[in-house]
T-cell receptor, first 114, second 113 residues
Framework: DQQVKQNSPSLSVQEGRISILNCDYT??????FLWYKKYPAEGPTFLISISSIKDKNEDGRFTVFLNKSAKHLSLHIVPSQPGDSAVYFC?????????????FGGGTRVLVKP | NAGVMQNPRHLVRRRGQEARLRCSPMKGHSHVYWYRQLPEEGLKFMVY????????ESGMPKERFSAEFPKEGPSILRIQQVVRGDSAAYFC???????????FGPGTRLTVT
């Protein structure tokens, strides 16, 4: 039962353009969403998060959008840089009801071409 | 402020042996989480601990796996009688409070031969 899905396993984008990563979830109890970036042989690095009371959160080049009615969130990276090439994981938690355990999607591998 | 520390980074065990994975959370963090990543998959929650307490172990296999976070020292994930299917990357994360974002360590890559 995959409660968090990232349907695009990979994404290729030109340097300077926008990267859009998508994530869908099924559990309506999720109230906190996060994006992590992961390089090979390293642990995930926290990028940005959003609470279910918001529909947008922005931090520098990263913006996360949340559409609760569609149970969908997306991460926009603009402009994309070669150093952004990594695997990106969407994660969700139901903090108020189930503590802070994170449920992860399967990841999207991003390649930014110079 | 050092990040989350995990050791060893790589661990090779033969089938039937025990594996002990250690995690030292970031300074000031009292919440520790363990996740497992199988090849080509996302991370899967295993267990959530606070000092001397297991808060949520709903993701732990029922047998052979145990975790602790003692009053002093690192958190330990212990796998007894390892099998090939235990080969994976095991990540530890910590947070200052239960509702905060989690910060991950570099992981321990367990290979069972």
């Amino acid at each position: 039962d995959q409660q968090v899905k990232q349907n695009s396993p990979s994404l290729s984008v030109q340097e300077g353009r926008i990267s859009i990563l998508n994530c869908d979830y099924t559990n309506s109890m999720f109230d906190y969403f996060l994006w992590y970036k992961k390089y090979p042989a390293e642990g995930p690095t926290f990028l940005i998060s959003i609470s279910s009371i918001k529909d947008k959160n922005e931090d520098g080049r990263f913006t996360v959008f949340l559409n609760k009615s569609a149970k969908h969130l997306s991460l926009h990276i603009v402009p994309s840089q070669p150093g952004d090439s990594a695997v990106y994981f969407c994660a969700a938690s139901a903090v108020l009801s189930a503590g802070n355990k994170l449920t992860f999607g399967g990841g999207t591998r991003v390649l930014v071409k110079p | 402020n050092a990040g989350v520390m995990q050791n060893p980074r790589h661990l090779v065990r033969r089938r039937g042996q025990e594996a002990r994975l250690r995690c030292s959370p970031m300074k000031g963090h009292s919440h520790v989480y363990w996740y497992r990543q199988l090849p080509e998959e996302g991370l899967k929650f295993m267990v959530y601990l606070q000092k001397e307490n297991i808060i949520d172990e709903s993701g732990m296999p029922k047998e052979r796996f145990s975790a602790e976070f003692p009053k002093e020292g690192p958190s330990i994930l212990r796998i007894q009688q390892v099998v090939r299917g235990d080969s994976a990357a095991y990540f530890c994360a910590s947070s200052p409070e239960a509702v905060d974002e989690q910060y991950f360590g570099p992981g321990t890559r367990l290979t069972v031969t």
